[in-house]
């Protein structure tokens, strides 16, 4: 009798355990899949400390893929998790993904095919990916609270590649997604077997396609996907597009040509947008880099690095020449469609 009563204070001592720890809601938790090598260990911590700042709710798992970081550098990112409501593991992305797809390719451009694989090993249902040049700007449960019902995936459509094909008249079947934010159906992904149809989607389209694993994605999901608002998924070049395509359009209402026709067709989508929540700075436009100077919202991206041991003196003096580049890099569109619309009305 002492001893069954022993054993039940010992299970209810470990079941509290379990609870105070976090691992009772662990089905609540937001998962957040990413990938790094060495180079991209700063701009990674940025993207998970503005996840951070703007997310007070459950825990934060993120899986991180090693694409080739320092023991040091995980040592720090875990030490920068610590007592945040945030977890993090590191996966290695093992040789034989390296492909054998498409040797030209980097390896990490694939890494998002295997997500419900090593989802499904770890019992989780749904994730977010997210690259390592995006900031979170409000709370990421806004994107991880989606309804996926029986679709595979959620994605921004890739507008780049939209005027492209729309100004060379291709005809699009599906809606090309752009794969810096996904939020995906890891549970259905893995019950019906996607990982060989997108390792041979891949191979069908390599030397084909620009963005070979967003076209596969997109191709393969054609029929189970949801198109999300640019708000989810705002890469910051488009604030240029939008502000020449606002040109564009103004300037040529009547026009026959296909390329403006695309550019209006643009602007006309990104004009919609309310309240971005995730911005990507997609393209050569790295806040980090000498060129993200002249790239818009580059003192968001800023902000958050203030949150990270990398702040410091030469990034205070790196933030304010990006700043001052931005706003003259806008002012500098501003002047230009000022100057549409007075040659307009003449």
Request: proline letters at 3%; aromatic letters at 12%.
């Amino acid at each position: 009798m002492i001893t069954h009563s022993i054993n039940f204070h010992r299970v209810t001592i470990f079941i509290l355990l379990m609870f105070f720890s976090g691992y009772v809601n662990a089905e609540d938790d937001i998962h957040i899949f990413m990938g790094s090598d060495q180079n991209y260990v700063k701009p990674t911590t940025v993207t998970i400390a503005s996840i951070l700042k703007n997310h007070d709710g459950n825990n934060i798992n993120i899986h991180l893929y090693d694409f080739g970081m320092y023991s040091k550098s995980k040592d720090f990112l875990q030490s920068f998790c610590i007592g945040k409501g945030c977890s993090i593991e590191f996966i290695p992305f093992e040789e034989n993904k390296r492909l054998k797809i498409c040797n030209h390719w980097l390896p990490g451009v694939f890494a998002k095919y295997w997500i419900p694989t090593d989802s499904y090993k770890r019992r989780i249902k749904k994730a977010i990916w997210l690259d390592g040049d995006t900031i979170v700007d409000g709370d990421i449960s806004e994107l991880w609270d989606i309804d996926l019902g029986t679709n595979y995936i959620a994605g921004v459509e890739e507008i780049t590649i939209v005027t492209a094909q729309a100004a060379l008249g291709i005809l699009r079947t599906h809606a090309s997604l752009n794969c810096g934010v996904l939020l995906f159906n890891c549970q259905k992904m893995y019950q019906d077997n996607l990982l060989p149809r997108l390792l041979q989607k891949t191979i069908e389209l390599q030397g084909h396609t620009i963005c070979v694993e967003q076209e596969v994605l997109a191709a393969v999901t054609a029929k189970h996907r949801i198109i999300l608002p640019p708000e989810f998924n705002f890469q910051t070049y488009h604030k240029y597009l939008d502000d020449i395509t606002d040109i564009v359009s103004k300037t040529n209402e009547d026009s026959k040509n296909l390329a403006v026709i695309a550019l209006q067709s643009v602007h006309k989508r990104l004009s919609h947008y309310h309240g971005i929540l995730i911005f990507h700075y997609d393209g050569l436009f790295k806040p980090w880099r000498p060129l993200g100077a002249f790239g818009p919202y580059t003192d968001k991206w800023y902000n958050y690095l203030r949150l990270t041991p990398y702040w410091g003196f030469t990034e205070s003096i790196k933030e304010g020449v990006a700043t001052q580049a931005s706003r003259i890099g806008g002012s500098t569109i501003d002047a230009i469609a000022a100057l549409k619309n007075i040659t307009f009305l003449i």
